[in-house]
């Protein structure tokens, strides 16, 4: 089974309007870290909101925020007031110890959002 | 700071070379990690390092090497260079508390011919 899923390959939204990107993930780690990238066509990564397992609050960095659902193993990122800069592909990742242990990021494959003006 | 500095950016090799991908980072961070990057696959993790003389496997480790001698740097070697292996390596770095996230280098696009 995939670890993180991205349904979404590829979004348009109107300029101004609110995103959902959606993530679900599945892990028998009872501690796990939730993390959202964004990488545009530059080709960097940028990290832009993290959500630990243990959080009682879902995270919020600006226009950025975490809809995290713990029992339905969901963590959509919500873009409010999207802008033409947001334009760009968008990792959901986890860190978790499952399955043999890792200390690094499992990643979903993305999902292609394009902002329309 | 120069946060996590990779080189080269670019690469060439031909099949059955060899070569080091460099990898440093001047934040202190004890987590250290190889991801490569093909179309449609997202990341995958190759090495990670969770200090100092410590390395493990992640999930694609098959013909690459990491050491960690030192805090700051996690070089990756390819050791018999294969047209598979032709992607982009990001290296990435982050403080075992997670909350800041890692942060990642501006990558290595690597083709093997």
């Known amino acids: 089974a995939q670890k993180i899923t991205q349904t979404q390959p590829g979004m348009f939204v109107q300029e101004k309007e609110a995103v959902t990107l959606d993530c679900t993930y599945d892990?028998?780690?009872?501690?796990?870290?939730l993390f959202w990238y964004k990488q545009p066509s530059s080709g960097e990564m940028i990290f832009l909101i993290y959500?630990?397992?243990?959080?009682?609050q879902n995270a919020t960095e600006g226009r950025y925020s975490l809809n995290f659902q713990k029992a339905r193993k969901s963590a959509n990122l919500v873009i409010s007031a999207s802008q033409l800069g947001d334009s760009a592909m968008y990792f959901c990742?986890?860190?978790?110890?499952?399955?043999?242990?890792?200390?690094?990021?499992?990643f979903g494959k993305g999902t292609h959002l394009i902002i329309q003006p | 700071n120069a946060g996590v500095t990779q080189t080269p950016k670019f690469q060439v090799l031909k099949t059955g070379q060899s070569m080091t991908l460099q990898c440093a980072q001047d934040?202190?961070?004890?987590?250290m990690s190889w991801y490569r990057q093909d179309p449609g696959m997202g990341l995958r993790l190759i090495h990670y390092?969770?200090?100092?003389?410590?390395?493990d496997q992640g999930e694609v480790p098959n013909g690459y090497n990491v050491s960690r001698s030192t805090t700051e740097d996690f070089p990756l070697r390819l050791l018999s260079a294969a047209p598979s292996q032709t992607s982009v390596y990001f290296c990435?770095?982050?403080?075992?508390?997670?909350?800041?996230?890692?942060?990642f280098g501006s990558g290595t696009r690597l083709t093997v011919v």
């Open positions: 990435a770095s982050s403080y075992r508390e997670l909350r800041g996230g890692y942060t």
């Open positions: 892990t028998s780690d009872p501690s796990y870290g």
């Open positions: 959500q630990g397992s243990y959080d009682q």
């Open positions: 990742a986890m860190r978790d110890r499952s399955g043999g242990g890792a200390d690094g990021l499992t």
């Open positions: 934040m202190n961070h004890e987590y």
């Open positions: 390092s969770v200090g100092a003389g410590i390395t």
